[in-house]
């Protein structure tokens, strides 16, 4: 196995563990660690050019995922998503690639419904007794709490990651 291949082996296993951490570390505390995110990025730094990812292709990739993060900041100021998930997000688009932003956007967006939907069922009903003392469902099951957001992103970023250079790479 080359250099490259194990840089990109161990980067896609690291950005899914996180990613997966991330999604649910959201749904149970509402909270995604800032040490996720640069996880994410220190890794994503370090491996990406090891991985053989291009100068140009890295570039790009940051310049979309700045730009996401200034957008995403606009969005926090407003009140409408979480610090944490603006984060996540721009990193994760790092990840995927400039050319992935996109349809990352479109699918997090349509996961992201589907799990609201599913939430709102979820806070319609009564409680099973066996979860009443489980303090973070209990907390999940409340209707004046907010929506754990990272478990769309999450579910989004792993969609989409399958079909990134990483995986190409790891050939």
């Known amino acids: ?5 194990v840089a990109a082996l161990t980067a896609s296993l690291c950005f899914a563990a996180a ?3 991330a999604g649910l570390m959201d749904l149970a505390t509402m909270k995604i660690r800032n040490e996720l995110v640069l996880f994410l990025l220190a890794i994503y730094a370090t491996l990406a050019p090891l ?5 140009v292709q890295i570039g790009m990739s ?3 995922a700045i ?3 200034m957008a995403l900041f606009i969005f926090f100021g407003f009140g409408w998503i979480g610090g944490g998930d603006a984060k996540l997000i721009s990193v994760i688009v790092l990840w995927l ?4 932003a996109l349809p990352y956007v479109v699918f997090m967006a349509l996961f992201g419904g589907v799990f609201c939907l599913l939430l709102i069922r979820f806070r319609s009903i009564p409680l099973p007794a066996f979860c009443a003392q489980v303090p973070w469902i209990v907390h999940l099951h409340s209707k004046e709490k907010g929506v754990p957001y990272g478990v769309a992103i999450a579910a989004a970023a792993l969609f989409i990651f399958p079909k990134t250079p990483w995986i190409t790479l790891l050939s």
Not at 51 to 55: I, V
Not at 97 to 100: D, K
């Open 1 to 5: 196995m080359t250099i490259s291949a």
């Open 19 to 21: 990613t997966i951490w």
């Open 62 to 64: 940051a310049a979309v």
């Open 97 to 100: 690639g400039a050319e992935h």
């Open 67 to 69: 730009a996401v993060f």
């Open 51 to 55: 991985a053989g990812l291009g100068a």
